[in-house]
């Protein structure tokens, strides 16, 4: 059998031989960059699916982190303003404490003076944490929206701002709280009435005084304005309550003793002291006031007062003093409510940002082991290419022919 002969052309080989060492010289390169940066994906073409999942996550993570440092920003102004309520907790319990300093038997005339000092003092300095500001110079107490300076003193304060507070929501909290519930919404008398003596304590001469009173059936309140009338008559005391609305008696001759209650309509208080003929107790249904209000109603009341009178309007300051201070921690409280919630949303943000990361790391970046073990590999392989090319190179036939 005749045999056959296969020619191959040596410039065919070495080129296939080239292609192939070109080819794992790019592999190689290719590893080597990847190695170098790290990752999988160097750029689009090298994965479009997974370049794609790992630029949505980067962008999502530089919005989660946009987020957390507006969090911090709020974090910080809360806290703030928490601090500050507890500063404004502390001064109105100063003010309490002076104003019943100020009533107690012992107290003279000069005395209560350097009390009211002291009282505006305190009152000015509240003022001055309502109109507080966070690092960033914006009020902590502005509410919805509100000037630089939320509360103006101008005969009497005022809040110069919108009232409300805006919402949380998944990402943040708001960063001022609401001013005019904290500082501008305190009841007056115990919150549901108030007492004063009838004419500003002009009426008569006597001394009589009530406490805050309360309510004892909120069924029967009208609320309605009411007036006791005291009469006195061959030395007993007596009184009438007058519906000053409906203009009719309520209770007519009511034998009177100090110290004890008067109770009509739901509501009772006790009266105490001797009142004089024509004396007369105003009651009227609570209404709002700023808690700068009450503190300029009980300074006067320390200033210009003094007998039943000053016990009067230290009783009716006393509670209403109670209700802003109750006002104060409320806010704080809702201060401690946001606080709690930054912790939480920072949390979950924390662990969105950990999930994130992890996406964009499945989607790009390197087995670093694997990476390392195919480099030796191809690298292997390619010496191995270089040293059979060369060896090649050696078998033609004009190496042969001398």
Same mark, same amino acid.
């Given at each position: 059998m005749a045999g056959f002969t296969t020619r191959i052309s040596s410039a065919n080989t070495y080129d296939n031989?080239? &292609?192939?060492?070109?080819?794992?010289?790019? !592999?190689?390169?290719?590893l080597q960059a !990847?190695?170098?940066?790290?990752?999988?994906?160097?750029? +689009?073409?090298?994965?479009?699916?997974?370049?794609?999942?790992?630029?949505?996550?980067?962008?999502?993570?530089?919005?989660?982190?946009?987020?957390?440092?507006?969090? &911090?920003?709020?974090?910080?102004?809360?806290?703030?303003? &928490?601090s500050t309520l507890g500063d404004a907790v502390a001064a109105v319990q100063s003010f309490r404490t002076l104003v019943l300093q100020a009533n107690s038997g012992t107290t003279s005339s000069a005395d209560r003076a350097s009390i009211a000092?002291?009282?505006?003092?305190?009152?000015?300095?509240? @003022?001055?944490?309502?109109?507080?500001?966070?690092?960033?110079?914006?009020?902590?107490?502005?509410?919805?929206?509100?000037?630089?300076? +939320?509360? =103006?003193?101008?005969?009497?304060?005022?809040?110069?701002?919108?009232?409300?507070?805006?919402? #949380?929501?998944?990402?943040?909290? +708001?960063?001022?709280?609401?001013g005019f519930?904290?500082?501008?919404? =305190? +009841?007056?008398? *115990?919150g549901v009435f108030g007492i004063a003596r009838a004419g500003g304590g002009t009426v008569g001469t006597g001394g009589v005084s009530t406490d805050a009173g309360q309510v004892r059936n909120p069924a029967e309140l009208t609320g309605h304005r009411y007036e006791v009338r005291f009469s006195v008559a061959d030395g007993l005391t007596t009184y009438d309550v007058v519906d000053l609305d409906s203009n009719s008696a309520v209770q007519t001759g009511q034998p009177y003793q100090s110290g004890q209650a008067i109770s009509f309509d739901g509501l009772s208080f006790v009266a105490s002291g001797t009142p004089a003929q024509g004396d007369a107790l105003s009651i009227?249904?609570?209404?709002? #006031?700023? @808690?700068?209000?009450?503190?300029?109603q009980a300074i006067a009341t320390v200033?210009?007062?003094?007998?039943?009178?000053?016990?009067?309007?230290?009783?009716?300051?006393?509670?209403?003093?109670?209700?802003?201070?109750?006002?104060?921690?409320?806010?704080?409280?809702?201060?401690?409510?946001?606080?709690?919630?930054?912790? *939480?949303?920072?949390?979950? !943000?924390?662990?969105?940002?950990?999930?994130? &990361?992890?996406?964009?790391?499945?989607?790009?970046?390197?087995? =670093? =082991?694997?990476a390392l073990s195919e480099f030796q590999t191809q690298q292997t392989v390619y010496s191995a290419a270089l040293g059979s090319y060369a060896q090649i190179q050696k078998l033609s036939l004009f190496n042969f022919i001398s």
């Open positions: 031989a080239l &292609e192939q060492l070109m080819s794992r010289q790019s !592999q190689l390169s290719k !990847q190695l170098s940066a790290s990752k999988r994906v160097l750029r +689009p073409s090298d994965d479009p699916t997974a370049a794609a999942q790992a630029e949505r996550a980067i962008t999502r993570q530089a919005r989660v982190a946009s987020e957390q440092r507006s969090l &911090e920003v709020q974090r910080n102004a809360i806290t703030v303003a &928490e000092q002291q009282l505006v003092a305190l009152r000015d300095q509240l @003022l001055g944490y309502a109109n507080a500001k966070d690092s960033n110079g914006l009020p902590l107490f502005g509410g919805l929206g509100s000037s630089a300076q +939320p509360f =103006v003193d101008g005969g009497g304060v005022s809040f110069d701002g919108i009232a409300g507070q805006s919402a #949380s929501s998944d990402v943040g909290v +708001p960063a001022a709280l609401d519930a904290t500082w501008m919404d =305190v +009841p007056t008398g *115990n009227t249904p609570s209404t709002r #006031s700023s @808690l700068f209000g009450v503190l300029d200033r210009e007062d003094s007998g039943a009178q000053l016990n009067q309007g230290v009783a009716q300051a006393l509670a209403q003093i109670d209700a802003g201070m109750a006002r104060l921690s409320a806010s704080r409280g809702r201060a401690g409510d946001l606080l709690n919630q930054v912790d *939480n949303i920072a949390a979950r !943000q924390e662990s969105r940002a950990v999930q994130l &990361e992890s996406d964009r790391s499945r989607a790009e970046d390197l087995d =670093v =082991v694997k």
